[in-house]
């Protein structure tokens, strides 16, 4: 008796059709992890709004030393910085070596420290803040570019526009202005040794603080 063998299926225009998304899919979010911050590789570009109300690009500062600051002004861990003076004068100390420093606001509008520019240059001048300028993030897309989660979160890129550091700022996790003495600044040793031409010993630290108001 003869054996029929049953024939293999066609690829049918549905089945290529889905393949061809698959694969697109795939380059797509490949190059969405592409446009994301990464430690060690060049950061993405980014626009946002200042308090002073002008349009700010991250390459503006192109060849500097920049420093991302996530903040929210209703943040207790943040009041731990500011009410004590700690974080002007890390600006003050960092901004006279020519690093810039910008403060992120990603908090939605309608949530928890979300500012207007207006609301943002009032808390500035009240606070006495010594950052380059304070960058307004509504949507969230900025931060979620950076992978942003906590506030305040920490971003250092270098000259050649790397990111050599992210994460917490000191390695004292708590909202106790009494803990500020005994801990280590990993901004402020990542840029020491950033700008001695050493490597960064401590790259990234876990984030601590606040959770990041993003839209819901």
Known sequence: MKTIFPKPPMKTTTTLLGAALVAASFVFSSAARADSATLGQSVPDFTLQGADGKSHALSDYKGKFVV????????????????SGTMQNLQKEETAKGVVWLRVNSGAPGHE??????????????????????LLDPTGAVGHEF????TPQMFVIDKSGTL????????????????IATAKNYVRAALDEAMAGKPVSTASA???GCSVKYAE
């Open 68 to 83: 991302l600051e996530w903040t929210n002004p209703q943040c207790p861990f943040v009041h731990k910085f500011y009410d």
């Open 147 to 150: 992978g942003a989660t906590n």
């Open 206 to 208: 876990r984030p601590y």
């Open 113 to 134: 420290g979300s500012q207007t520019a207006d609301e943002a240059a009032a808390y500035e001048k009240s606070n006495n803040v010594a950052s380059t300028e304070t």
């Open 164 to 179: 050599i550091y992210a994460g917490g700022i000191d390695d004292k996790p708590s909202a106790d202005p009494a803990d």
